[in-house]
């Protein structure tokens, strides 16, 4: 018999999660992790690992060919649905302190498209070579423009066999036409709705009144599309963070279900108005006093709220394919079907990225509108956005289902080969997979509760908690 490579990391100091390049993955205690280490399995160590899948006794065996298949169905991305980033304008009509792309005053001239790179972004659209697409506007403030949003919805609905608009906007202007374009079944909003009144206040437009357009006007499209249709964010500011239950609280009171927690960005101007959100420790642990207090409250109120990035997570480690978040594709190598197209046309990688070349601090921009994608470039940035190679990251177990982020690297310590555990990127995720590890493994009732909802099952079943001999 042959076992596949295990890597191993400790939960605490009785327990250990083990798991082989095809994510499949086992808890064990010391005393296993002793007898794999020294080659000492005993039968019964053995035959589980068989009946795991962990082990093979020959090339070609269903065993031998069952690992493999997972191996590849874990690497595999889907070709066939493009989600391109779209900034008609930098202009917006707020000043946030922990803004990120470095936005442009209101009355601000040359920060729009203007009719001649509307036309080659639709041009650019059209090469894509898919059938489905995800279409996301930010800025600035979309809104600003509605025309252009109008123009691109036109030209996609009528190229594209399957798409959907993301509208990321501040919701502080809103009338009719903005109304009209929202009712489209194809089309979902997604504001920022940080916390309590006072909260939001603090964060977002310092001005009560402000406040109460935006709260006014978020009741409005509710009203008009519903809560399924809005993703509403929440920005933690660590100096300051929300408690937890008033945070809950304001959204359940919305009648939203799922928020997706996010701490401020270490990018654009908040580096200057936000200096310690260059590093995770309080961070990570504010992000798991969060999910125990909303596990308690799921539980107590019978209600179901989701944080969408650690349900996000879970589901990639018990199933390959789950790639809608791109932050977590393994590989997720830069094209033309994955970027983002700035005011000027320049086309980046990333949002982090052309956050990047708007603070100058680096140019990463892959191409533009008028001469199309650098190949030279992206065969240049390709080799940072794969983990399986990184000395780091082929010892841990969580490296199936992570991914890698090169130019967050760049944002916070500027370079790209900063020793993974050390990374914001790195430290973030292996808390996220602890905790995941940890729940998934959870003997607690309340615990139970909330994952088996969040994954759409009765109750975890134990073949999702495989525990070694």
Known sequence: MQVWPLR???????????????????????????????????????????????????EG????????????????????????ILIPTLRCDLKCSYCQVSRAPLAAQGFDWDEETLQKVLGFLDGLPVEEIQIEFQGGEPFLRLDLLQAVAAFARRRFRSVRFVVCSNL????????????????????????????????????????????GNLERVIGLIGPGRISALPTIDMKDPPEPEELIATYEGFGFTSLYLRPVNYQGFARKSHPTARTSASWNAYYRDFIEALIARNARTGRVMEEFYLAHCLRRILAPGMDSHTDLRNPNIPTGANAVIDFDGQIYPSDEARMLARIRQVDLAIGNVVD???????ALLAPGHINNFD??????????????????????????????????????????????M????????????????????????????????
């Open 372 to 378: 199309g994608l650098d190949q030279e470039k992206l």
């Open 391 to 436: 000395p780091d990251c082929i010892h841990c177990p969580y490296q199936p289902f992570c991914g890698t982020d090169p130019i967050d690297d760049l944002a916070r310590n500027g370079r790209i080969d900063v020793p993974r555990h050390e990374s914001w990127f790195c430290q973030r995720h292996l808390a996220i997979f602890d905790l995941a």
């Open 8 to 58: 191993f990391r400790d939960l605490d100091d009785r327990r250990t999660i083990l798991a082989d390049d095809s994510g499949d993955y086992f808890l064990a205690d010391s005393g296993f992790v002793k007898r794999y280490a020294r080659d000492l399995l005993t039968p019964s160590d053995e035959e589980f690992l068989r009946d795991k899948g962990h082990a093979f006794e020959g």
């Open 172 to 215: 502080q202007s809103l009338n009719e036409d903005i109304l009209a374009f929202l009712e489209s079944g194809d089309v979902l909003i997604s504001p920022s709705l940080d916390g309590p009144h006072q909260v939001h206040t603090r964060n977002r437009t310092a001005d009560s009144a402000l406040t109460e357009t935006f709260l």
């Open 61 to 84: 065996d269903l065993a031998h060919t069952g690992f493999l298949t997972r191996w590849s169905r874990r690497h595999h991305v889907g070709d066939g649905t493009a989600y391109v």
């Open 438 to 469: 940890e729940l998934l493994y959870s003997a607690d009732p309340e615990v139970e509760f909330t994952l088996s909802r969040w994954l759409g099952l009765e109750s975890l079943p134990q073949s999702l908690r495989p525990v070694a001999p």
